[in-house]
């Protein structure tokens, strides 16, 4: 599908597409904490859910480019 939108409707998209994976951080983040905290033979676990944050992070820094420039250079 292709829809056609303006630059009002793609910047909401960007901004819940940002949201999304700002919860999605702090989700795995908390997450590897909590595996790290309970089980030491989880490691792998624990790397997936590492792993899986640093994704999140990495399109959350881009998201917040796009809609803030310079933005991405704060700390998460």
Avoid: K
């Avoid at 009002?8 to 702090?26: F, S």
Wanted: net charge negative.
């Amino acid at each position: 599908m292709t829809d056609v939108v303006d630059s009002d409707e793609l910047l909401r998209r960007i901004q819940r597409a940002r949201a999304c994976a700002h919860e999605e951080l702090l989700s795995w983040r908390a997450r590897s904490e909590d595996l790290d905290r309970t089980d030491a033979e989880r490691t792998q676990d624990v790397r997936d859910a590492r792993t899986r944050g640093l994704a999140y992070e990495a399109v959350l820094r881009v998201l917040d480019e796009i809609v803030t420039p310079g933005r991405s250079a704060e700390p998460l």
